[in-house]
């Protein structure tokens, strides 16, 4: 009999993740529709975002034959590598329909086919969230911690995100923490391909987020290239400018100390890192060695008991 599948760190994080994007896009869409929308269409927005995340996770079981346990894992990649692209081009496409309301057919045609879009964002996360909780039957308590938690934070970060940018700028920030989900669940997929493309996408609408807010942001490479710019360190800054490291996962700490040691020899400061999961197999002390304080989302030991 084989045995149950175990979810990794990386699952939980995604999973964490896409409920937290899941929750603030359709808190936010609710915004969104009362300026685009007559106002109170607005909270039609939850309904749309319940069907869509229902349909999801009815396809899942309709489709036993294509969600094989034995392709879990890329099922769930590319269901949340979707999720951030999903949500950009929805709301693009959303904003060039026009909604009038009037008795017409084309009228009716429009406010369906807008609600339908809208939707789809959500049946790619019920897709994900569903594969998640399901796939992993002995650990889904743990699992719809992670589930809950995401989505707790996600109904406060937005308020944050709503302070300091518009709503099309949140809609990119939401999408950068989704395409976080899509590369934290595909570094268990086999396909190198799709671990690539998770964390090219993720870049990307980081950059277009930050741009689109006026925030400043760096990318370290491991070394220069030799085209392009040539540099190690991508973007505009100015010596004695202090930064923040951002990674996903954190095992000993070797990629996190040389990006701290080429931002110093760039003469930025760098006192502080971010990571989604933590190992703890010493990175966090090899970049204190380094005056460097790691504050993680997650801990090893707080998603997988020893």
């Known amino acids: 009999m084989p045995s149950e599948p175990r979810p990794s760190r990386s699952t939980y994080a995604g999973l964490f993740f896409v409920?937290?994007?899941?929750?603030?896009?359709?808190?936010?869409?609710t915004r969104?529709?009362?300026?685009?929308?007559?106002?109170?269409?607005?909270?039609?927005?939850?309904?749309?975002?319940?069907?869509?995340?229902?349909?999801?996770?009815?396809?899942?079981?309709?489709?036993?034959?294509?969600?094989?346990?034995?392709?879990l894992r890329e099922h769930l990649a590319r269901a949340a590598v979707l999720f951030g692209p999903a949500?950009?081009?929805?709301?693009?496409?959303?904003?060039?329909?026009?909604?009038?309301?009037?008795?017409?057919?084309?009228?009716?045609?429009?406010?369906?086919?807008?609600?339908?879009?809208?939707?789809?964002?959500?049946?790619?996360?019920?897709?994900?969230?569903?594969?998640?909780?399901?796939?992993?039957?002995?650990?889904?308590?743990?699992?719809?911690?992670?589930?809950?938690?995401?989505a707790a934070l996600g109904c406060v970060l937005l308020i944050?995100?709503?302070?300091?940018?518009?709503?099309?700028?949140?809609v990119l920030w939401v999408a950068t923490l989704a395409a976080?989900?899509?590369?934290?669940?595909?570094?268990?997929?086999?396909s190198r391909t799709l671990r690539m493309a998770s964390v090219a996408l993720a870049v990307a609408l980081a950059a277009a987020a930050a741009l689109a807010s006026g925030l400043p942001f760096l990318i370290v490479r491991k070394e220069a290239k030799g085209y392009?710019?040539?540099?190690?360190?991508?973007?505009?800054?100015?010596a004695g400018e202090e930064v923040c490291l951002v990674e996903?996962?954190?095992?000993?700490?070797g990629a996190a100390e040389q990006a701290v040691e080429a931002l110093r020899e760039a003469g930025l400061v760098c006192r502080t890192a971010i990571c989604v999961v933590d190992r703890e197999e010493g990175g966090a002390d090899a970049l204190a060695r380094k005056a460097v304080r790691l504050t993680p989302i997650f801990r090893a030991s707080d998603i997988v008991p020893a």
């Open 19 to 29: 409920a937290l994007a899941t929750l603030m896009y359709e808190i936010l869409l």
């Open 87 to 150: 949500i950009v081009l929805s709301f693009l496409t959303q904003l060039s329909v026009p909604f009038r309301v009037h008795p017409s057919i084309v009228a009716i045609y429009a406010i369906g086919f807008t609600y339908a879009v809208v939707a789809v964002p959500f049946v790619v996360s019920g897709v994900a969230v569903c594969l998640a909780l399901t796939g992993y039957p002995g650990r889904v308590s743990r699992l719809y911690a992670a589930d809950l938690a995401g």
């Open 228 to 238: 392009g710019t040539e540099r190690r360190i991508e973007g505009e800054f100015e």
């Open 180 to 190: 976080l989900g899509g590369t934290a669940f595909a570094r268990d997929s086999s």
């Open 32 to 71: 969104i529709f009362s300026v685009t929308m007559l106002y109170h269409f607005a909270f039609v927005a939850l309904s749309v975002a319940m069907f869509g995340m229902t349909a999801g996770a009815l396809g899942v079981y309709l489709a036993p034959a294509v969600f094989t346990p034995d392709r």
């Open 248 to 253: 996903d996962v954190v095992t000993s700490g």
């Open 160 to 170: 944050v995100v709503l302070d300091y940018s518009d709503g099309p700028t949140a």
